[in-house]
C-alpha cells in the first residue's frame, strides 16, 4: 500500500515538473521572442530614419522632387519615396521592414512576423527670397544702433553687430554670431522676435526666370519698348496704373503697366531709374545697379491696407542705392522687396549727403554684402551723415511674393511623423 502511494506521489511530483518545465520552456520562447522583436524593431527604426535622411540628401543633390529609392541596410529594407506636395514642397516618406522569428506567428502562419515603420516628412524644398526681411551674406563693420527699429526675420550669414539699443521685433538668425553676445549682460540691443546663431543660406543670383518670364512678355517686340531693355531707362509709376518710362536719349512714353510688361516682369541689362506710386504688381531687373530717384511707394500702403495687392520686386546684379539728390534729402519712403545679387542696398554718397532725415522702408532687402546708409556719432549715435532707420517687414511677403521673384534654395521642416 505504501508502495503504491508512494508511485502515486512521484508521478504526480513528475507530472507537476513536467508542466512546470513546458512553462519554463514557453516562458524563455516567449522572452526570446520578445527580446527578438524589440531587437528588430529597434533596428526597423534605426533603418527607417536612416533611409529618410537619405531621402533628403537626394532631394538636396539631385533637385529631385519626383524620386523612389531602395535600401537594404542592418538585415531591413526600406522604400523612399520623393514626391512635390505643392509649389515650392516637398513630402519624403520613408517605409522600413524586417523580419523576426515568433513562435505564434510560426505556428498560426508558417511564417516570420514582419516589422514595419515609417516616417513622412514635408519640407520646403526654395524660400522666396521676400520671406526674409533682411538677409545679408556679409555684414560688413556696419552697426544697428539706438534708434534703429526693425520688424520681420533678419538673417545673415556673418555677425550681427549692434551698438546702443536697436530694437529687433522679429527673430534675429546670424551664421557667425551677434555681438555684443546677446546672452551676456554687455548689449542693450532689443531682440522682441528672439535670436540664434549658427544657420546660413546663399543670396539668390541666377535671374534666368525673370528673364524668361520678361522675353516671353516682349514677344517679339523691338528693344527698349516692352519689358526687355538694354539701355539705361528710368520708370515712374502712376497711381492711375500707368508708367512712364524714359529711356536715354529718348523721349517719355506714357503706356500702361499691363502693356510695358505683360508677364509682370521688366528685364534690363542697363541701369534702371525708379520713384513714383506703383498700382500694380511688377519685378524689375538691372544687369547693372537700381537708383531710386524719390518715394516709390504703393497706391494702398500695406501699412495702411493688409489687403492691398500691390507688390514692387527691384533686383539688381550689382547695387540698389538711394540717390543723392534733392528730393531724397527730407526723408524717403521706400515699399518693395529689394535684392543686390553681387552688390549692397546702400545710400549713395552716404558719407558726404546732408543729414536727411528717415528712411521708412516696408517689405524687404536682400544684399551680398550689407551697404551703409548713413555716418553716426559714436557717443551718443546722432546721425553725422544720411538716415535714420525705420524698417518694418511687409507681412503679407509671408503669403506672396512679387512676379518671379528669385527664390533661396533652402531646405526647411514643415512637418514631421513617425
Not at 178 to 184: F, K
Not at 310 to 317: E, I, P, S, T
Not at 338 to 367: C, D
Request: hydrophobic share 35%; proline share 3%.
Amino acid at each position: 500500500m505504501f508502495g503504491k502511494g508512494a508511485l502515486i506521489v512521484v508521478l504526480g511530483f513528475s507530472m507537476a515538473f513536467a508542466t512546470y518545465q513546458l512553462k519554463l520552456n514557453s516562458a524563455v520562447l516567449s522572452t526570446r521572442d520578445n527580446f527578438n522583436a524589440f531587437y528588430i524593431q529597434t533596428q526597423v527604426k534605426q533603418t527607417a530614419q536612416n533611409a529618410i535622411n537619405y531621402g533628403l540628401n537626394q532631394m538636396w543633390l539631385t533637385d529631385t522632387t519626383n524620386a523612389t529609392y531602395y535600401i537594404n541596410t542592418q538585415l531591413c529594407s526600406s522604400e523612399v519615396v520623393i514626391s512635390s506636395a505643392g509649389l515650392d514642397t516637398v513630402k519624403v516618406v520613408a517605409r522600413s521592414w524586417g523580419y523576426v522569428f515568433n513562435q505564434d506567428e510560426f505556428s498560426e502562419f508558417g511564417r516570420s512576423l514582419r516589422v514595419e515603420d515609417s516616417i513622412v516628412a514635408f519640407y520646403s524644398y526654395q524660400t522666396s527670397a521676400s520671406r526674409y526681411f533682411w538677409f545679408t551674406n556679409t555684414e560688413g563693420v556696419v552697426y544697428w544702433i539706438t534708434g534703429d527699429s526693425i520688424t520681420g526675420p533678419l538673417h545673415t550669414n556673418d555677425v550681427i553687430r549692434t551698438s546702443g539699443s536697436p530694437v529687433f521685433q522679429g527673430k534675429v538668425t546670424a551664421q557667425s554670431g551677434i555681438t555684443p553676445d546677446p546672452s551676456g549682460g554687455s548689449s542693450s540691443a532689443v531682440f522682441n522676435g528672439g535670436w540664434e546663431v549658427g544657420s546660413g543660406a546663399a543670396v539668390p543670383t541666377d535671374a534666368s526666370t525673370m528673364y524668361k518670364a520678361a522675353s516671353n512678355g516682349n514677344n517679339g517686340q523691338p528693344m527698349n519698348k516692352v519689358a526687355l531693355f538694354d539701355t539705361e531707362v528710368s520708370f515712374e509709376f502712376l497711381d492711375n496704373g500707368d508708367v512712364v518710362s524714359t529711356v536715354t536719349g529718348e523721349s517719355p512714353d506714357t503706356v500702361s503697366l499691363s502693356t510695358i510688361a505683360p508677364t509682370g516682369v521688366i528685364y534690363s541689362t542697363a541701369d534702371v531709374r525708379v520713384k513714383g506710386t506703383l498700382d500694380g504688381q511688377v519685378s524689375i531687373y538691372s544687369g547693372q545697379s537700381i537708383y531710386i530717384d524719390d518715394d516709390i511707394v504703393y497706391k494702398e500702403s500695406s501699412r495702411d491696407n493688409a489687403n492691398s495687392n500691390d507688390l514692387l520686386g527691384l533686383v539688381a546684379q550689382n547695387d540698389i542705392l538711394v540717390t543723392d539728390n534733392t528730393a531724397n534729402n527730407t526723408d524717403l519712403h521706400i515699399e518693395a522687396s529689394m535684392i543686390a545679387m553681387t552688390g549692397k542696398f546702400t545710400a549713395e554718397n552716404y558719407q558726404t549727403r546732408p543729414v536727411s532725415g528717415t528712411l521708412y522702408i516696408t517689405g524687404s532687402i536682400m544684399q551680398e554684402t550689407r551697404g551703409p546708409v548713413s555716418t553716426f556719432n559714436w557717443s551718443d549715435r546722432s546721425i553725422l551723415s544720411g538716415f535714420q532707420k525705420n524698417y518694418i517687414y511687409d507681412e503679407r511677403l509671408q503669403g506672396v511674393s512679387p512676379p518671379y521673384f528669385p527664390y533661396i534654395r533652402s531646405q526647411s521642416l514643415v512637418a514631421w511623423w513617425e
